[in-house]
């Protein structure tokens, strides 16, 4: 039997208008050899001040805290063990600077990350609790809140499985068409939304058959593994610790208040707290826009994976779907695979031909 998957990325377009070879080996723990001391107060609070409380953080996504001696202690070897495999921060896309660079990236340099394995070989020391506290790093925010989405409903997800792909249909609280020029999202539940993505219907009649399927089965939106299910296009991408996306200045995607929005939920249930979810997302809206910005979906729909072949590598050439003719500039890009993906890279082919993001795990 042969099993079809897909493989996507999708990229924010906009119409113009006009390791150090010197530095010494690792011990076996991934700490750096015998030197001085390495404290928490003094030298491993201001790494996760600035990289990791934003999550880490009482009221955030992440599964503990990190924002006392005692957490840090909770988890030291484990968080060096991360660090080192560059799991944490998570940010998948290789940002090293050898495919493209990208104003969002997380990433601790060589020397964060020896501090942090030097201060569990050594033995986790405190170091001095009188030592000022630094600044912590918080996810952005928007400036302006034109509007809100709202899922309406408090729904609980689906646990007879580990995934649970929800679709839910919105009217938009604006009329006629607006240009999104920014989005914040806020889980209801932050332990089970795994991304979020906000599609917008090509036409009154795919809205309609959106419509058709709301509550179908019984429960509420309808289900969608994948996609909208509908002809849609996707206008908000989220997932957990991004924070607030504000578009480039200038830019916007033309979205029509006339028209519902369907908003579709992946929730994983594996640490499932029994808690239902109202996610909400906030938006920023302007009447009008310099470069009007859309984004478009590069995706091998075809792709066959032979029965019982440990490791498969599959290439595609083709146009990017719902992308505008004419000159355009990429801002940003967002590889996303499922369940099967090892490995993606995505180079363009122009006359000077650049890799534009690469997922290396």
């Not at 646990?159 to 929800?166: A, I, L």
């Amino acid at each position: 039997m042969r099993t079809k998957t897909t493989i996507a990325l999708i990229t924010i377009l906009a119409t113009l208008s006009g390791c150090d070879p010197d530095t010494p080996p690792l011990t076996p723990d991934g700490g750096m050899p015998p030197g001085d001391p390495v404290y928490y107060y003094e030298d491993v609070r201001p790494i996760l001040a600035e990289h990791c409380s934003m999550c880490h953080a009482p009221g955030g996504i992440a599964p503990f805290d990190l924002v006392t001696y005692e957490h840090a202690t909770e988890v030291g070897e484990r968080m060096a063990q991360v660090t080192r495999d560059r799991i944490m921060p998570p940010f998948v896309v290789d940002a090293s600077g050898d495919c493209n660079e990208y104003s969002n990236a997380r990433r601790l340099d060589q020397e964060e990350i020896d501090t942090i394995g030097a201060w569990v070989a050594g033995g986790m020391l405190e170091g001095d609790p009188t030592t000022a506290e630094p600044p912590r790093t918080e996810l952005p925010a928007l400036e302006t809140v034109s509007a809100t989405i709202d899922i309406g409903i408090d729904y609980a997800p689906d646990d007879s499985v580990n995934d649970d792909y929800r679709c839910f249909v919105v009217d938009p609280t604006w009329d006629g068409v607006q240009y999104l020029t920014g989005a914040d999202v806020r889980p209801g539940n932050p332990e089970v939304v795994h991304h979020l993505i906000v599609y917008a219907p090509t036409s009154a009649g795919e809205a309609a058959n959106a419509r058709a399927m709301d509550g179908a089965d019984g429960r509420p939106g309808y289900q969608c593994y994948g996609d909208a299910v509908v002809l849609a296009l996707p206008v908000i991408l989220w997932a957990p610790g991004a924070g607030a996306q504000e578009y480039p200045e200038g830019t916007g995607i033309a979205v029509n208040g006339d028209l519902p929005l369907i908003v579709q939920m992946h929730y994983n249930l594996l640490a499932n707290n029994g808690e239902p979810d109202r996610t909400q997302v906030d938006v920023t809206l302007a009447d009008s826009v310099r470069d009007e910005a859309s984004m478009g979906l590069l995706a091998d729909f075809g792709i066959e994976i032979p029965p019982r072949m440990p490791e498969v590598t599959t290439s595609y050439d083709g146009t990017m779907i719902f992308a505008p003719s004419g000159a355009l500039r990429v801002w940003g890009t967002f590889p996303h695979m499922h369940t099967m993906g090892r490995r993606l890279r995505v180079d363009t082919v122009a006359s000077s031909p650049t890799c534009m993001v690469d997922v290396p795990r």
